[in-house]
């Protein structure tokens, strides 16, 4: 499936956008909408390391998750980014762009 499939079959809308130089990108959910952010200032290669940073968020429901759970959540994240490429294709997701 592409990524654009993916993203429309799951509710998540990917835009870049400028934010402050300390935030690459984040993610939100509004309604039944995952909102991915990401940072305009920074080069499309970290772009899609943040992007794939926050689909790892998405795809481990952290968003029901209660905030205090919120440096458990990014621990989590951070173990699993080292093999993102591997995890998003297992779920059929492949970014290339």
């Known amino acids: 499936m592409g990524f654009e499939d993916f993203c429309r079959q799951?509710?998540?809308?990917?835009?870049?956008?400028?934010l402050p130089k300390t935030t690459k990108g984040l993610c939100y959910l509004l309604e039944d909408t995952y909102y991915v952010l990401l940072n305009c200032n920074y080069s499309i290669e970290t772009n899609k390391q943040s992007l794939k940073h926050e689909l790892i968020h998405i795809l481990k429901n952290h968003f029901n998750q209660d905030v205090c759970c919120e440096d458990d959540c990014e621990q989590e994240v951070d173990k699993i980014m080292p093999y993102a490429d591997q995890y998003l294709q297992d779920y059929g997701i492949n970014i290339n762009f």
Do not use: D, E, S
């Open 10 to 18: 799951n509710n998540i809308c990917v835009t870049r956008c400028c």
